[in-house]
């Protein structure tokens, strides 16, 4: 072997390991060195779309990289769902993921392509309760009101839904469970179609985060009879929670959360999670989560993965209970 080759060979092996001392470690510590996608599994507009634009921008800043939203609806969550869990496990690919499709789609639809498992929690950013409401024309103004009417004239009511195994469709059935009626689910595609009928009045209720019901409710055309989260909502001051209403036990809030590849390391987690925190302490995120019906709400990486834990446990329950299939 000539001194030439002997002396590339000595470099490359200097080389290889210099990389391999780096390793994940060493990508680690200059994470993020490109740009950061945040896959959303819905359409735009709709609340965990609102979520991940809030949290995008400054994200990137507090990052010193660029967050791209990227749109991948259909399949109850699962084309959104399928990409993070097939992405590299680097912190470059995450998901703003909706707890409906976490913690009820598992139980609905055991055939998806991705599992529980297959992401890890890195941070809860938005919760916001549903808001239960009723079209105009309603002889019903109040919680227990609609549950006597129910009672009164069983499977009369139709209730609205984004699709079946929604959560919409799951808070429905939870209402039929602990108010002892019978209503009838009328599945959609989408809230968008769901609250067109409901203003129509060709369904009588639906359920849903409140964003795209509040300028209805200012105008009369719904009326919002109950919230089904823990406390009112500051937007909504005087609807009463479902408790207050006489159903302590019909909570039912979604929860919008970043998840990333299960393999993700902790360390890149761990960053995620402290700028996440920073942002939504912040006056200006907070004031933006209230003008949306909801609120910030800061878990950590172990806060959210006990809670998304519990949560699908707890549905669970649910929609055995209501005997709930996939289409």
């Given at each position: 072997?000539?001194?030439?080759?002997?002396?590339?060979?000595?470099l490359?092996?200097?080389?290889?390991?210099?990389?391999?001392?780096?390793g994940?470690?060493?990508?680690?510590?200059?994470?993020?060195?490109k740009?950061?996608t945040?896959i959303?599994?819905?359409?735009?507009?709709?609340t965990?779309?609102?979520a991940?634009?809030?949290?995008a921008?400054?994200?990137?800043?507090?990052?010193?990289?660029?967050?791209?939203?990227?749109?991948?609806?259909?399949?109850?969550?699962?084309v959104?769902?399928?990409?993070?869990?097939?992405?590299?496990?680097?912190?470059?690919?995450?998901?703003?993921?909706?707890?409906?499709?976490?913690?009820?789609?598992?139980?609905?639809?055991?055939?998806?392509?991705?599992?529980?498992?297959d992401?890890?929690?890195?941070?809860?950013?938005?919760?916001?309760?549903?808001?239960?409401v009723?079209?105009?024309?309603?002889?019903?103004?109040?919680l227990?009101?609609?549950?006597?009417?129910?009672?009164?004239?069983?499977?009369?009511?139709?209730?609205?839904?984004?699709?079946?195994?929604?959560?919409?469709?799951?808070t429905?059935?939870?209402?039929?469970?602990?108010?002892?009626?019978?209503?009838?689910?009328?599945?959609?595609?989408?809230?968008?179609?769901?609250?067109?009928?409901?203003?129509?009045?060709?369904?009588?209720?639906t359920?849903g985060?409140?964003?795209?019901?509040?300028?209805?409710?200012?105008?009369?055309?719904?009326?919002?009879?109950?919230?089904?989260?823990?406390?009112?909502?500051?937007s909504?001051?005087?609807?009463?929670?479902?408790?207050?209403?006489?159903?302590?036990?019909?909570d039912?809030?979604?929860?919008?959360?970043?998840?990333?590849?299960?393999?993700?390391?902790?360390?890149?987690?761990?960053?995620?999670?402290?700028?996440?925190?920073?942002?939504?302490?912040?006056?200006?995120f907070?004031?933006?989560?209230?003008?949306?019906?909801?609120?910030?709400?800061?878990?950590s990486?172990?806060?959210?993965?006990?809670?998304?834990?519990?949560?699908?446990?707890?549905?669970?329950?649910?929609?055995?209970?209501?005997?709930?299939?996939?289409?």
């Open positions: 072997m000539t001194p030439h080759h002997t002396r590339r060979s000595a490359l092996a200097l080389a290889a390991m210099a990389a391999l001392a780096a994940p470690a060493g990508a680690q510590g200059n994470y993020p060195a740009p950061v945040l959303v599994p819905t359409a735009p507009g709709g965990t779309d609102i991940a634009r809030m949290l921008e400054p994200l990137g800043k507090a990052l010193g990289q660029t967050v791209v939203v990227d749109n991948r609806g259909g399949a109850n969550g699962a959104a769902a399928v990409a993070v869990k097939r992405a590299e496990p680097d912190g470059y690919t995450l998901l703003m993921q909706y707890s409906g499709y976490h913690v009820i789609t598992p139980h609905v639809n055991t055939a998806s392509q991705w599992s529980f498992d992401l890890r929690p890195v941070a809860n950013v938005l919760s916001a309760p549903q808001v239960i009723v079209r105009e024309g309603l002889p019903v103004k109040t227990a009101e609609l549950v006597a009417y129910a009672k009164a004239n069983p499977g009369k009511l139709n209730y609205a839904s984004s699709g079946n195994g929604s959560l919409q469709h799951v429905g059935a939870m209402l039929e469970q602990q108010a002892g009626i019978q209503m009838n689910h009328i599945p959609y595609k989408g809230t968008g179609p769901a609250l067109q009928d409901l203003l129509g009045g060709q369904v009588d209720l359920f985060t409140p964003p795209p019901y509040m300028p209805h409710i200012a105008t009369g055309k719904l009326r919002a009879l109950a919230v089904t989260g823990k406390t009112r909502v500051a909504l001051p005087n609807v009463p929670t479902a408790a207050e209403a006489g159903l302590p036990k019909l039912a809030t979604s929860w919008f959360a970043v998840f990333a590849p299960a393999k993700t390391p902790q360390a890149v987690v761990d960053r995620l999670g402290a700028e996440v925190a920073k942002i939504l302490a912040t006056p200006a907070r004031q933006k989560a209230a003008e949306q019906g909801a609120a910030a709400d800061y878990m990486p172990q806060q959210l993965g006990d809670y998304s834990r519990a949560e699908l446990a707890r549905w669970g329950q649910v929609v055995k209970a209501s005997k709930i299939q996939a289409d």
